[in-house]
């Protein structure tokens, strides 16, 4: 899968949604931090992460989205393991003929795209959509309950185990 190289700073000027001053800003910052150019100006408040996922879906050619206007059932965690995305921060939403739409709030994380390609032999379609929107849709669908559960079961045999060792 081919997805354009986008030059995030000049693309938010273009669209005079950070100025000139703002883009040399972030960039001093970004250099400081080592952290993406595009978080820097959300964290600097410049730009909100909505305004800058619409610019680059646009940039790249991929669709804006949002969660609510999918159907998220459980039954898509068959699509893709939960641990390669939650390691990867994708969500499948839905399979379309014989591709499987998969949502990212990184479309520039091409090697996830095309593991997930390799993982499921479908075509990946990816669109964009917030990190608040990424995460409501990983919790609908492959839960919290069952390794919330897992969990407390693991830290229960672990106490019981440091109780019979203390008490011999």
Request: zero cysteines; proline letters at 3%.
């Given at each position: ?13 273009n ?6 001053a703002?883009?040399k800003?972030?960039?001093s ?30 940039q790249v ?10 159907d998220?059932?459980p ?34 994380n ?32 492959y ?24 008490t011999?």
């Amino acid at each position: 899968m081919k997805l354009k190289k986008v030059r995030i700073g000049e693309l938010l000027v273009n669209k005079n949604l950070i100025s000139e001053a703002q883009h040399k800003v972030a960039l001093s910052e970004q250099a400081r931090t080592g952290k993406k150019l595009g978080e820097t100006l959300i964290e600097l408040n410049y730009i909100t992460e909505y305004e800058l996922l619409r610019a680059v879906a646009e940039q790249v050619g991929v669709s804006f989205v949002s969660i609510l206007d999918y159907d998220l059932s459980p039954d898509l965690k068959k699509l893709i393991p939960e641990q390669f995305a939650r390691k990867f921060k994708i969500i499948p939403l839905k399979i379309e003929n014989n591709s499987i739409v998969v949502a990212t709030n990184d479309p520039m994380n091409i090697d996830a795209m095309d593991e997930i390609s390799r993982l499921t032999k479908k075509n990946i379609t990816p669109v964009l959509l917030t990190t608040d929107d990424l995460y409501y849709g990983m919790e609908k669908i492959y839960g919290t309950e069952d390794r919330l559960f897992k969990i407390a079961t693991d830290v229960e045999k672990r106490l019981q185990a440091i109780f019979l060792m203390r008490t011999f």
